[in-house]
């Protein structure tokens, strides 16, 4: 089982930037995806979440309106694309995969990419 991010960096404030999960190893479409964040001396933080089936989204007060998830499960893959970005959105990126629906079977499929960084700064 593989979750693989890419498209981080360094961008100025007011800035975009598109992340991707490439994800292996798994039935892609029978699990929520989720895109979490966790800067330096902060705790985690759920950033957007996407059903399945693409059908449903949800997302942080703090991104409603500036980020979009997304998923292609023709492509094993999820995005985050991020505008009007801002210096409170420093931090590194992290996909996250769930099987649903959870049960004692399922209990246990859940996975995390390793992050990408993304730092906003002038």
């Known amino acids: 089982v593989q979750l693989v991010e890419s498209g981080g960096g360094l961008v100025q404030p007011g800035g975009s930037l598109k992340l991707s999960c490439a994800a292996s190893?798994?039935?892609?479409?029978?699990?929520?995806m989720r895109w979490y964040r966790q800067a330096p001396g902060k705790e985690r933080e759920l950033v957007a979440g996407i059903v399945r089936d693409g059908g449903s989204t949800n997302y942080a007060d703090s991104v409603k309106g500036r980020f979009t998830i997304s998923r292609d499960n023709s492509k094993n893959m999820v995005y985050l694309e991020m505008n009007s970005l801002k210096p409170e959105d420093t931090a590194v990126y992290l996909c996250?995969?769930?099987?649903?629906?959870?049960?004692?079977?399922?209990?246990?499929?859940?996975?995390w990419g390793q992050g990408t960084q993304v730092t906003v700064s002038s």
């Open positions: 996250y995969a769930r099987e649903m629906p959870v049960t004692l079977s399922t209990l246990k499929n859940a996975y």
């Open positions: 190893g798994f039935t892609f479409s029978s699990y929520a």
